[in-house]
Every structure is written in structure tokens, then in C-alpha cells.
């Protein structure tokens, strides 16, 4: 995979690849996940996530087992590798799956004021991690987060935690990758926007045909004299059927519409 272009230390070379591949996805899923790939290949990176400040009910997972309005950080991509045997980092529905906004993790804090957190070295600024027996029993020693913000909105947080200190480069890249990740997600948001859209307008024109088709399939033939009352029931008993009709009259007397309201009650 193109992600396997970072090797020994961070390489900013190797973006227009990534953002190229991440772009250029269409669903809010495939952008996650080429986000959550690109991250967590790159080097010394032990555990890579993406949350998504969203309703409740807008996450596929809460919308099943709570769903509400309430806004809420939820965890929709992750991947790492833990060196704790049985442990799945891949997921996404475990104890920090939803994260209550306005709380003290740092996840929150980046999420309510947009700002970017820099931890260094976890063991020397522990007022950002609720479990350091976690972190020390999974050789992790530096921490980065940024909001992935898209004009002025704040989508989500993008956090890394690393096996060695988190240096400037690291830093520049992961704020790059966040930066994109922002955009491809909003582009993302827009395109199942238009897809529902689409979708809707599809039924609805289907329904509204229905409609016209069963209410409204003599509309072009005008009269209530007794003849064409007759013309108008034959035309209803045999249009279901298979058999081949032929219309006999003379010029001008509606031969073409019997044939089209026919046609349109038949299936």
C-alpha cells in the first residue's frame, strides 16, 4: 500500500500520495479508514484514533443502543498495535467509544476550544491520562492530538499515541494529515447528503408516477357520454392483460390516446 512509503522517520514526501487517496473517497467510511491507515503506519505509532462530534443517533453504534440528540465525541476508527495479547485496537465500540464533551479528558478539551494538545513525554504530564499504568505497560511515551476543524467547525479530534517522543516533524505531518482528514470528511458529509437527497427525490418521483398513472390514466381523454364510458372500461379490463388489442375508428377520433391509456395501465 501506498501508506508503506513512510519508513524510518516521518516523510513529508509521501502526502501528496496519502492525501490523494483519502480525497478522493467518497463515503464517510473509506475517508476513516484511509485516515486511520496513513496515521498509524507512520512511524513509532502505537495507537492511531479518529472521534466524530456528532448526535447520538447520527453514530452507527450509539444509534442502535442510544440513540438521541445529544452531541457527543464517538470513536469511528482506530488502529494500532497493543502488546497485550488478545487485545483488538481495531475497534471502535469499547469503554472510550462515546467521550462526553466539556469533560477533563483531553479529548474533550480539544473538541470544545479547537485547540491542538502536545504531550511530549506522557510521564512528566500526567494531568492528560486517566490510566498510566496503561500507557507505561504498552511502551507509550508521547501523546498528539488535533481537532480536525473545517471552516471554523469543529468535526472531530484526530490522537496519537507514540512509542518515543513526539518531535516537531511528527507534529507538522500528523497537523497535515488533520487538516486533510478535516476536508475529506466534510466533502464526505456532503456527498451522502446529496446521495439521501437524491434517493428521496427518486421515491418520490416514483410515487407521484404511481399516482398519476392510477388516478390519472384517461387525463387526456376528456367526456362522460355513455360511448366513451364503454371505450374507457374496455380499455381498463384489457390493458393487465397480454392480449394484442387493435383500435379501429376513424380519423381524428382518439385512436392514439385509447392506444397511450392503454399503454400506461399496462404493466
Not at 68 to 82: V, W
Not at 84 to 104: C, E, M, Y
Not at 208 to 236: C, T
Request: net charge negative.
Amino acid at each position: 500500500m501506498i501508506f508503506r512509503a513512510i519508513i524510518a522517520a516521518v516523510d513529508f514526501a509521501s502526502l501528496p500520495s496519502i492525501i490523494l487517496a483519502i480525497t478522493e473517497q467518497r463515503s464517510l467510511t473509506a475517508v476513516l479508514q484511509r485516515v486511520i491507515e496513513a496515521v498509524a503506519s507512520a512511524p513509532d505509532v502505537g495507537l492511531a484514533r479518529v472521534w466524530l462530534r456528532q448526535e447520538n443517533r447520527a453514530c452507527p453504534w450509539c444509534a442502535v443502543h442510544a440513540p438521541s440528540s445529544e452531541i457527543a465525541l464517538h470513536l469511528r476508527a482506530s488502529a494500532g498495535a497493543s502488546r497485550t495479547v488478545g487485545v483488538d485496537w481495531a475497534r471502535t465500540n469499547g469503554s472510550f467509544h462515546r467521550v462526553a464533551l466539556g469533560g477533563p479528558l483531553k479529548l474533550s478539551h480539544m473538541a470544545s476550544t479547537g485547540e491542538s494538545i502536545r504531550v511530549p513525554r506522557l510521564e512528566e504530564d500526567g494531568r492528560w491520562l486517566r490510566d498510566p499504568d496503561w500507557a507505561r505497560a504498552e511502551g507509550l511515551v508521547g501523546f498528539a492530538g488535533h481537532p480536525l476543524i473545517f471552516r471554523g467547525e469543529v468535526l472531530g479530534v484526530l490522537a496519537v499515541f507514540r512509542r518515543r517522543e513526539t518531535d516537531d516533524a511528527c507534529w507538522r505531518w500528523l497537523k497535515t494529515m488533520a487538516d486533510v482528514a478535516a476536508v475529506a470528511i466534510a466533502n464526505a458529509h456532503a456527498f451522502e447528503a446529496v446521495e439521501a437527497l437524491r434517493h428521496d427525490l427518486e421515491q418520490e418521483r416514483d410515487y407521484l408516477r404511481d399516482e398519476v398513472e392510477e388516478v390519472g390514466a384517461f387525463g387526456d381523454i376528456l367526456g362522460e357520454s355513455p360511448a366513451l364510458q364503454r371505450v374507457l372500461s374496455q380499455v381498463a379490463m384489457v390493458a393487465p392483460t397480454d392480449a394484442t388489442v387493435l383500435i379501429l375508428g376513424e380519423s381524428g377520433t382518439g385512436k392514439e390516446l385509447v392506444a397511450r391509456a392503454i399503454h400506461q395501465r399496462s404493466p
